[in-house]
């Protein structure tokens, strides 16, 4: 009965496991990535068509 309540610690991940942490973590910073260079292109599009509607050239 004692032996139910004792569990052993959980095995340290493999390399299969670790591999798959890795490219979650590479995925989710891709992701962050790919939405901060579409909102800097957004800006600078917004930037450009300000601009031009104020008739300032390049």
């Not at 590479?26 to 957004?42: E, H």
Request: glycine share 8%; net charge neutral; no cysteine.
């Amino acid at each position: 009965m004692t032996d139910d309540l004792i569990q052993a610690p959980p095995p340290p991940p493999g390399p299969a496991e670790e591999a798959e942490l890795i490219r979650a973590r590479q995925r989710s910073r891709a992701t962050v990535m790919a939405v901060l260079l579409g909102l800097f292109v957004v800006l600078v599009f917004a930037i450009s068509i300000v601009k031009i509607q104020l008739g300032h050239g390049g």
